[in-house]
Nanobody
């Protein structure tokens, strides 16, 4: 089992920044951030291979968002800069388990464990 607790969401104006945190009971081989806007599917935003450090980003956030990890704190971060109204969503932290099937770093079905989510609202 992996427990994940997100924090850091809030309301910000367009162009602003937020940093999300995900406290994990342990890291999976892959960790990721997903988001879900009202009426839309949950989509992968950013992911990291926690061993190799490889990172993956959705095209919509490349150059604006940065995923990182702190192994000592067992915490995953998502630094979000130049936020846009279309970034408004609930953001979820995700982790793979000890045994998982890799469908892609930003594929929802790769991940076994999910946090409860944190709301991010960007106003224009």
């Amino acid at each position: 089992q992996v427990q994940l607790v997100e924090s850091g969401g809030g309301s910000v104006q367009a162009g602003g920044s937020l940093r999300l945190s995900c406290a994990a009971s342990r890291f999976g081989a892959y960790m990721a951030w997903f988001r879900q806007a009202p009426g839309k599917e949950r989509e992968g935003v950013a992911a990291i291979n926690t061993g190799a450090g490889n990172t993956y980003y959705a095209d919509s956030v490349k150059g604006r968002f940065t995923i990182s990890q702190d192994n000592a704190k067992k915490t995953l971060y998502l630094q979000m800069n130049s936020l846009k109204p279309e970034d408004t969503a609930i953001y979820y932290c995700a982790a793979v388990g000890s045994y998982f099937t890799y469908y892609g770093a930003l594929r929802r079905d790769t991940y076994n464990y999910w946090g409860q989510g944190t709301q991010v609202t960007v106003s224009s």
